[in-house]
């Protein structure tokens, strides 16, 4: 089989992570301290994939060539095309019809995480060399996703977010396909939302009597476009971590798999694992508990927090309630005012959320 080649999709608007995604693209927020994005080059790197392009969007594509930049510290060669509109997962494959050529791919939404990577994937495409490989895991949401009808093991039907699902088979973000699929996308209509879509382009594949191979995933997957997702994945990947204690401890205890980032400082701290405290935080006089992921430089002090992601430069000083299942954005600040008049006072950016005792 011709050398694989690599896309990953990292354009789109990220309307459902607002307001973190107003100011930075979906796929940079974080996961155990890690943008999304880079599982899946990694994942693809691991898979022996080397040459791959990222679809950007014109609003956040600087921003997510400045993070991954030319791939050399996953191993790879990262080239960026720029997709003008999201016009949907199978405008975003004829965008990089140029890239790709007459070579297979695979395909990688950027806001995906797939336990496992996708190594056994690439072989089983190699070797049984169907047309197109699609991904499919039972959920318990399936009017989010993409949905497909299997009949004796064979695809037979698939629908992009069907109001009554026929099956509970979702469709997960990491497909593999041969140049087929670029007359596919051509000869589908933009759905109801307006976008080409991916799947009727691989129904299109199925109609035409094309071999379409059906894969079950085995391990978990996570689309993590909305935040209990996010706190979902993050909670996943936090289990994975192996104890590394680099930072400064001082008076402080540590339980469980824990990792502390060159340059972070904790004062009589208590942190339970498994959790992260990236890179230059300050933590005074605080609890971090399980499934937490601190950001770099963030400061948290007389508080508690758990099973939350706090994004760079953020602080939470002198709560009086554990602060747990949140998200909070770049430079956050969350404190107690003790001047009077005693009051909440707020600067919240739009579509924010705030839960308050
Ligand atoms: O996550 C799996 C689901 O992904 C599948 O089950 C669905 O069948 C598939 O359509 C897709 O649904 P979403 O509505 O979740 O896709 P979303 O708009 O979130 O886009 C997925 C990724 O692709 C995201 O990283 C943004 C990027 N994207 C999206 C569009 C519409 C692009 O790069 N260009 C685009 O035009």
């Given at each position: 089989m011709d050398r694989l080649k690599g896309l990953i999709l990292s354009g789109g608007?990220?309307?459902?992570?607002?307001p973190i995604t107003h100011t930075s693209?979906?796929?940079?927020?974080?996961?155990a301290n890690r943008p999304v994005l880079f599982y899946g080059i990694q994942a693809m790197a691991e898979a022996g994939i080397d040459e791959i392009a990222i679809i950007i969007a014109p609003e956040t594509g600087a921003e997510i060539r400045a993070a991954a930049g030319d791939g050399s510290r996953f191993g790879v060669r990262l080239t960026y095309i720029t997709q003008d509109q999201p016009a949907g997962l199978a405008h975003a494959v004829l965008t990089a019809e140029p890239f790709l050529g007459a070579d297979p791919f695979v395909m990688y939404l950027g806001d995906n995480l797939l336990q496992g990577g996708i190594t056994d994937l690439v072989a089983a495409f190699a070797a049984n060399r169907p047309d197109a490989l699609i991904l499919l895991t039972p959920v318990?949401?399936?009017?989010?996703y993409g949905v497909a009808e299997l009949r004796d093991g064979s695809v037979v039907a698939l629908a992009e977010k069907?109001?009554?699902?026929?099956?509970?088979l979702a469709l997960v973000g990491v497909y593999m396909f041969t140049p087929v699929i670029h007359d596919a996308a051509r000869a589908i209509a933009p759905s109801a939302r307006g976008e080409l879509e991916i799947t009727d382009a691989i129904q299109h594949l199925v109609d035409r009597g094309l071999r379409v191979e059906p894969h079950i995933v085995q391990g978990w997957w996570k689309d993590t476009g909305r935040l209990d997702d996010m706190l979902e994945a993050n909670r996943l990947i936090l289990d994975t971590i192996a104890t590394k204690l680099d930072g400064e401890l001082v008076g402080s205890d540590v339980h469980g798999r824990v990792v502390i980032e060159p340059g972070a400082r904790l004062e009589r701290c208590t942190v339970r694992g498994p959790a992260i405290i990236g890179a230059g935080a300050r933590l005074t006089d605080c609890y971090v508990g399980p499934y937490t992921a601190v950001g770099e430089r963030c400061t948290i002090e007389r508080a508690e927090v758990e099973h939350s992601i706090l994004l760079a430069d953020s602080s939470v000083v002198g709560l009086e309630g554990r602060m747990e299942s949140s998200l909070l954005g770049r430079n956050v600040r969350i404190g107690r005012t003790d001047h009077q008049p005693r009051a909440y006072r707020f600067m919240v950016g739009d579509n924010s959320e705030i839960g308050i005792l």
């Amino acid at each position: 089989m011709d050398r694989l080649k690599g896309l990953i999709l990292s354009g789109g608007r990220g309307t459902r992570l607002r307001p973190i995604t107003h100011t930075s693209a979906k796929q940079l927020v974080p996961v155990a301290n890690r943008p999304v994005l880079f599982y899946g080059i990694q994942a693809m790197a691991e898979a022996g994939i080397d040459e791959i392009a990222i679809i950007i969007a014109p609003e956040t594509g600087a921003e997510i060539r400045a993070a991954a930049g030319d791939g050399s510290r996953f191993g790879v060669r990262l080239t960026y095309i720029t997709q003008d509109q999201p016009a949907g997962l199978a405008h975003a494959v004829l965008t990089a019809e140029p890239f790709l050529g007459a070579d297979p791919f695979v395909m990688y939404l950027g806001d995906n995480l797939l336990q496992g990577g996708i190594t056994d994937l690439v072989a089983a495409f190699a070797a049984n060399r169907p047309d197109a490989l699609i991904l499919l895991t039972p959920v318990s949401d399936p009017q989010h996703y993409g949905v497909a009808e299997l009949r004796d093991g064979s695809v037979v039907a698939l629908a992009e977010k069907p109001p009554q699902p026929a099956t509970d088979l979702a469709l997960v973000g990491v497909y593999m396909f041969t140049p087929v699929i670029h007359d596919a996308a051509r000869a589908i209509a933009p759905s109801a939302r307006g976008e080409l879509e991916i799947t009727d382009a691989i129904q299109h594949l199925v109609d035409r009597g094309l071999r379409v191979e059906p894969h079950i995933v085995q391990g978990w997957w996570k689309d993590t476009g909305r935040l209990d997702d996010m706190l979902e994945a993050n909670r996943l990947i936090l289990d994975t971590i192996a104890t590394k204690l680099d930072g400064e401890l001082v008076g402080s205890d540590v339980h469980g798999r824990v990792v502390i980032e060159p340059g972070a400082r904790l004062e009589r701290c208590t942190v339970r694992g498994p959790a992260i405290i990236g890179a230059g935080a300050r933590l005074t006089d605080c609890y971090v508990g399980p499934y937490t992921a601190v950001g770099e430089r963030c400061t948290i002090e007389r508080a508690e927090v758990e099973h939350s992601i706090l994004l760079a430069d953020s602080s939470v000083v002198g709560l009086e309630g554990r602060m747990e299942s949140s998200l909070l954005g770049r430079n956050v600040r969350i404190g107690r005012t003790d001047h009077q008049p005693r009051a909440y006072r707020f600067m919240v950016g739009d579509n924010s959320e705030i839960g308050i005792l």
